[in-house]
C-alpha cells in the first residue's frame, strides 16, 4: 500500500526555470494539499483540492500554480521558479476535509532553486 | 489571519525525563491535531482533540485541548531516544490546518 507518493524527490533548478511536481495517492481520498517546510517555520499550505477539478489558494499560493483533474492525482507547479522557493514541499490527502481528519503525508520533494 | 504558536521551539532532554510542549491559538479552534516527524522525515499523525478540555492518553504521551479551545499541550512522560523529533501541533477554525512552527525533541541516551 503506496499511500501518498511524491516525485521527484530532490530537483535542483536554476532562476526562472519551471517545473511540476507530482503527488499521487491510491487512498480514494477527496482532499488533497501541497505544503512547504522552511526550517523554523513549521508548515505552511500552498494550495489545496477538496476533490477532482477543484483547486484554492491557501497561505502561500503566490508563485505556485496546481491541478487536478485526476482524483488521484494533484500537480504543484512552479512557472519560473526563484531561490525564494527552495523548499521541501510535502503534498498531504485526507478522506475528510484536512482540519477535521487525519492528514496523510509523502516523503517529501527538496527542492533547490540557484 | 489564524495563528498557531508554539514553545518550545527546541528542548533537549535527558532519556527519561518529561517533556511538554504548548500551543497556542489567537482564535478558538475547532479542533486542534498533533503530528511528529522524524529527522529526514515527513509528518505523521499523532491525535486529533475536539472537545472543550478534552484529554487523550497514548502510552506515555498525554494530550489535552483547554478549555476556551485556544490552546493544548503534549506531555511525553519519561521519555525514550525513539521519541525525538519535532512536534506540530496544527489548529483548524475553518477548512484547513494552520500549523505552529514545531517543537524540536532531542533525548540523550
Known amino acids: 500500500n503506496a499511500g501518498v507518493t511524491q516525485t521527484p524527490k530532490f530537483r535542483v533548478l536554476k532562476t526562472g526555470q519551471s517545473m511540476t511536481l507530482l503527488c499521487a495517492q491510491d487512498?480514494?481520498?477527496?482532499?488533497m494539499y501541497w505544503y512547504r517546510q522552511d526550517p523554523g517555520m513549521g508548515l505552511r499550505l500552498i494550495h489545496y483540492s477538496v476533490g477532482e477539478g477543484t483547486t484554492a489558494k491557501g497561505e502561500v499560493p503566490d508563485g505556485y500554480n496546481v491541478s487536478r483533474l485526476k482524483k488521484q492525482n494533484f500537480l504543484l507547479g512552479l512557472e519560473s521558479a526563484a531561490p525564494s522557493q527552495t523548499s521541501v514541499y510535502f503534498c498531504?490527502?485526507?478522506?475528510?476535509?484536512?482540519?477535521?481528519?487525519?492528514?496523510?503525508f509523502g516523503e517529501g520533494s527538496r527542492l533547490t532553486v540557484l | 489571519g489564524q495563528q498557531v504558536m508554539q514553545i518550545p521551539q527546541y528542548q533537549h532532554v535527558q532519556e527519561g525525563e518529561d517533556f511538554t510542549t504548548y500551543c497556542n491559538s489567537s482564535?478558538?479552534?475547532?479542533?486542534i491535531q498533533w503530528y511528529k516527524q522524524r529527522p529526514g522525515g515527513h509528518p505523521v499523525f499523532l491525535i486529533q482533540?475536539?472537545?472543550?478540555?478534552e484529554v487523550k492518553k497514548q502510552k506515555r504521551l498525554t494530550f489535552q485541548f483547554g478549555e476556551a479551545k485556544k490552546n493544548s499541550s503534549l506531555h511525553i512522560t519519561a521519555t525514550q531516544t525513539t521519541d525525538v523529533g519535532t512536534y506540530f501541533c496544527?489548529?483548524?477554525?475553518?477548512?484547513?490546518?494552520?500549523f505552529g512552527k514545531g517543537t524540536m525533541l532531542l533525548v540523550s541516551p
Open positions: 498531504a490527502s485526507s478522506y475528510v476535509a484536512g482540519d477535521t481528519g487525519e492528514l496523510f
Open positions: 482564535t478558538t479552534l475547532s479542533n
Open positions: 482533540l475536539v472537545k472543550s478540555g
Open positions: 496544527a489548529g483548524s477554525r475553518y477548512s484547513t490546518l494552520t
Open positions: 487512498m480514494n481520498h477527496e482532499y
